[in-house]
């Protein structure tokens, strides 16, 4: 079985590239996405505590088997500890074995990353430039990275209430070739964007603004909010806009869809990799992509990580689990 900690994760991007990593997740996760039936599917199971939430979320097909172990705690930046802490482990089907176990904090924001630019691959105009960003916590910078490798992005607006969150987007981005912009309000944000992604973690349902500011033609991805009761958009919007989600059961209950019990069924992302709907229809239509994170792009994060670990030799062999000479003699073995 192999270990992969952070310092393999950092040492694996060093290695390998970090926008290298992003544009394989991308099409390793369309290839899934286009194995849809192919895959066992559930919500993730969530257990909410008042300080946040620990969730479970599992995935397999008939070779592999994968899970993420996950919280969410936004109260953890003032403690100094992340709002998302994860590990993930893969196994083979025909054996049960575990051959990965893996943090999962990093692949997390990667593959959340990963499937933006896969919707907006369908859903955003193909001669997008412009895009903003409401939200610069830790999952901004690779948002826009993966983005990149779709659209030649020309111009990125941003705005967070934590001056120091915008801060550090904007200096971790410096050396983009992109007319970085702060903005104050949402009304200057919006103005002119191609692209919008919100990405706020407040436990509540936020309005980040109306719906009358989403101008035609323009595509969002909200990823932000994600469990029952935390919303980011204006409900009016969902009417407005085409909206594709992951996997329908799951956002019912946590994603921006939950403002609306009526109206039209969303259609889901496989539709549009497998070219069953085709996304985008004309160039002023609004379109919404209302992810929640789903336990299918964990899966292809594994894989991948596994894949590239092996190949360049990086992570631990280690025996964590009991394995002994006579599977039948497990007393043998712990006491002789």
Not at 41 to 64: D, I, W, Y
Not at 206 to 223: E, T, Y
Not at 258 to 281: F, Y
Request: net charge negative.
């Amino acid at each position: 079985m192999r270990l992969i900690t952070v310092n393999h994760i950092r040492e694996l991007m060093r290695q390998y590239g970090l926008q290298a990593f992003l544009r394989d997740l991308t099409a390793r996760m369309k290839r899934d996405f286009a194995s849809w039936n192919e895959f066992a599917k559930s919500e993730r199971h969530a257990t909410h505590f008042e300080h946040g939430v620990m969730e479970l979320m599992p995935c397999s097909n008939q070779r592999h088997y994968s899970f993420k172990f996950v919280n969410g705690h936004p109260g953890n930046i003032q403690k100094g500890l992340p709002s998302i802490l994860s590990l993930g482990v893969l196994a083979e089907v025909e054996t049960g074995m575990p051959v990965l176990v893996a943090e999962t904090g990093i692949m997390t924001a990667l593959r959340t990353a990963a499937v933006t630019a896969l919707g907006a691959r369908y859903l955003a105009r193909s001669d997008s430039r412009r895009v903003a960003i409401i939200g610069c916590g830790a999952q901004a910078e690779f948002q826009l990275l993966a983005l990149a490798n779709e659209f030649k992005i020309e111009q990125v607006k941003y705005l967070d209430i934590d001056p120091q969150a915008a801060e550090k987007f904007a200096r971790n981005l410096s050396a983009q070739a992109w007319d970085m912009q702060q903005k104050e309000n949402p009304a200057t944000l919006l103005e002119g964007v191609d692209i919008l992604v919100t990405a706020t973690a407040a436990r509540k349902k936020a309005v980040l603004f109306s719906a009358d500011q989403i101008s035609p033609g323009m595509h969002i991805h909200a990823l932000g909010g994600d469990c029952p009761g935390k919303t980011e958009l204006p409900p009016e919007l969902i009417d407005r806009a085409t909206v594709v989600v992951e996997y329908l059961p799951q956002t019912r209950s946590e994603g921006e869809i939950q403002n609306r019990v009526g109206g039209r069924v969303p259609v889901e992302l496989h539709q549009l990799v497998s070219l069953d709907h085709p996304g985008r229809k004309h160039d002023r239509e609004i379109t919404l992509f209302d992810a929640v994170g789903f336990a299918l792009e964990d899966f292809s994060a594994l894989m991948l990580l596994h894949e590239l670990a092996t190949a360049h030799d990086i992570g631990e062999s280690m025996e964590l689990l009991a394995i002994p000479p006579d599977p039948k003699n497990l007393y043998g073995y712990l006491v002789d």
